[in-house]
């Protein structure tokens, strides 16, 4: 059986999306010696990842919307022969295909806080047209699952729920002298974008700082996404210039240390889908707050300390908390390492294999 796996989400610095295809790519070659794969992106790559791959790189019309570019594309798919396409970057597909379709649906946030009501009915239009066409969908949490239901009506029977995991070189590494004299700090990683909840964060962050004697930082790690000038102008005003650091894009091997040298992660994140921070965290022996809302708690389970992402005050405490309370923070970096062995990536490419292999 011919597969093919778009992995334009990688052409790119990786994020989320990006990362996820990575790893079931990765473990999908290493589990499954009978299909053969074909890697679909937009620019001829010389990454490794490539190399004696079967490499299909597609034609992209810069100048139309993404969804219509994507899909246009696909119109010389056919050539290939290709039994099955996995799209992981949630939407696609406009047009028919003769290949079975699969789509990884990581969320849908942008339909449920949209407040515009005709964008809200025109979003809902293109998801339930998408997503009834393609043969199978898979989620990455059951709160993902149960929104697709929700608002869109799906036949839960349609949908697979098949969690994500942490690579396997997030781990404890040994601490050196030298690291226990830098400045201590809190951590945050993900996109600068509203539904990350930074505003929120930094401001109970400001709260920690005047009503404490911790000397911590705070240190943001990720790409600016949509709307992110409003959290450089909170930072501003409450003049924290010099205590938040934003650092960008960071490598998996500087990620790793920092998740190693932080006294703990903070995710309050107001939605997610897939939200792999925290677990990258705990299996770095970095204790966790996050929010107890959507996806979040299917991941962490009882190794994160929750709190309401709404409600700053309550999570300042948290901070406070989990900073003073060294058995606390013992028990849940304890907890954390077993929560992270639940999960792993080899399981997500054996689950996602038997589905391709359903649809023939």
């Given amino acids: 059986m011919k597969i093919g796996i778009l992995t334009k989400a990688m052409d790119n610095t990786p ?19 009978t299909n053969e794969y074909f890697f679909i992106h937009y620019k001829k790559s010389d990454q490794g990842f490539y190399k004696n791959k079967n490499e299909i790189v597609i034609k992209r019309y ?12 696909f119109l010389f798919i056919d050539k290939y022969h290709l039994d099955v396409i996995h799209e992981v970057s949630q939407i696609n597909f406009l047009f028919p295909l ?15 806080n949209e407040k515009n ?12 047209y998408i997503y009834k066409r393609a043969d199978k969908l898979i989620a990455d949490s059951e709160s993902t699952k149960k929104d697709l239901i929700k608002h869109l009506g799906l036949a839960k029977e349609k949908i697979q729920v098949i969690r994500g995991a942490v690579e ?16 201590p700090y809190i951590l945050f990683v993900g996109t600068l974008e509203p539904r990350k909840n930074l505003e929120r964060l930094i401001k109970a962050f400001y ?12 240190i ?10 409003a959290i450089f102008k909170k930072v501003k005003s409450l003049n924290l210039n010099k205590e938040v650091v934003f650092t960008g894009h960071v490598t998996n091997n500087n990620l790793i240390l920092l998740y190693n040298q932080a006294s703990l992660l903070v995710f309050p994140s107001l939605y ?8 990258e965290a705990m299996a770095c022996g970095c204790p966790v707050i996050t929010s107890k809302i959507s996806s979040l708690p299917e991941y962490c389970g009882k190794a994160a300390y929750y709190i309401n992402p709404y409600d700053t005050k309550q999570l300042t405490k948290a901070i406070v908390k989990v900073l003073a309370d060294k058995k606390l923070k013992r028990r849940m970096v304890e907890l954390g390492l077993a929560q992270v062995k639940k999960f792993s990536w080899k399981k997500t490419a054996k689950k996602t294999m038997l589905i391709y292999n359903s649809l023939l």
Avoid: C
Wanted: glycine letters at 6%.
């Fill in 272 to 279: 997610e889908g897939l939200g792999l921070p925290p677990l």
């Fill in 15 to 33: 994020t989320g999306i990006g990362r996820y295809a990575k790893n079931l790519v990765e473990n999908l070659i290493k589990i499954d010696k």
């Fill in 117 to 128: 009501l005709i964008k809200k009915f025109l979003l809902k239009l293109l998801y339930n």
């Fill in 207 to 218: 709260q920690f700082k005047v009503k404490t004697d911790y000397k911590h930082n705070l």
């Fill in 220 to 229: 943001m790690v990720g790409e600016k996404g949509w709307k992110y000038q």
């Fill in 168 to 183: 396997p070189s997030f781990k404890v590494i040994q601490k050196r002298k030298s690291d226990r004299k830098k400045s």
């Fill in 98 to 112: 003769k290949a079975k379709t699969v789509i990884t649906v990581h969320d849908i946030y942008f339909l449920i």
């Fill in 62 to 73: 810069t100048w139309l919307p993404k969804i219509l570019n994507d899909s246009l594309a």
